[in-house]
């Protein structure tokens, strides 16, 4: 049963540019939440998606979009990316209306130049 | 959401047993205390959640006395597998919905 994946394992992009991420949840969970985590610092909430659409959005920007598939997997998007879009993206995935924690993957390291 | 205060990091011998004690002055009452590991390049890791006296599992204990204000992370006979940065977390037990809001966190460096 594999768990959370994630793709590209890394990336190096420039300012300006636009960035694509991708997540495959946990097998038999429906719901993806990505985190942005700085060096140093804890995992930093972005948004969530639930059958489809966003449920939750943390404090970020209009430049982190994202979108979820009908087969659960996920895609997080920034735009106009900024040296501080530096960071280790995680994605996690759970089951809604469980009491289960969240699984995260091994993240995406965007490195912005 | 209930603001949590930890050491910033720890260092202990292996063998030894670790407590990472973590404050959460303002925990709500339907407030549940959880513990996630991070090891570096890596996703965190829940290790464990408990919402009053004590929860034990394969890997930890966690210790919450009777006013919640505060908990503690118990790791017993740690080896250097355990380096890793540990989070306390505080929220709602369903976390499949919520949102998860990490501090800095505890860097724990395992000495052999």
């Known amino acids: 049963d594999a768990g959370v994946t994630q793709s590209p394992t890394h990336l190096i992009k420039t300012r300006g540019q636009q960035v694509t991420l991708r997540c495959s949840p946990k097998s038999g969970h429906d719901t993806v939440s990505w985190y942005q985590q700085a060096l140093g610092q804890g995992p930093q909430f972005i948004f969530q998606y639930y059958e489809e659409e966003e449920r939750q959005r943390g404090n970020f920007p209009d430049r982190f979009s994202g979108h979820q598939f009908p087969n659960y997997s996920s895609e997080l998007n920034v735009n106009a990316l900024l040296l501080g879009d530096s960071a280790l993206y995680l994605c996690?995935?759970?089951?809604?209306?469980?009491?289960?924690?969240?699984?995260f993957g091994p993240g995406t390291r965007l490195t912005v130049l | 959401l209930a603001k949590t205060t930890q050491p910033i990091s720890m260092d202990s011998y292996e063998g030894q047993e670790v407590n990472i004690t973590c404050s959460h002055n303002?925990?709500?009452?339907?407030?549940?205390i959880t513990w996630y590991q991070q090891f570096p390049s890596q996703g965190p890791r829940f290790i464990i959640q408990?919402?009053?006296t004590k929860v034990t599992n394969e890997v930890a204990s966690l210790f919450i006395p009777a006013d919640r204000k505060s908990s503690t992370l118990s790791l017993p006979r740690v080896s250097l597998s355990d380096t890793a940065v540990y989070y306390c977390l505080v929220g709602k037990s369903n976390f499949g919905n919520e949102k998860l809001t990490f501090g800095t966190g505890t860097r724990l460096t395992i000495i052999p």
């Open positions: 408990g919402y009053k």
């Open positions: 996690a995935s759970s089951l809604a209306g469980q009491g289960d924690e969240q699984f």
């Open positions: 303002n925990i709500a009452t339907n407030d549940y």
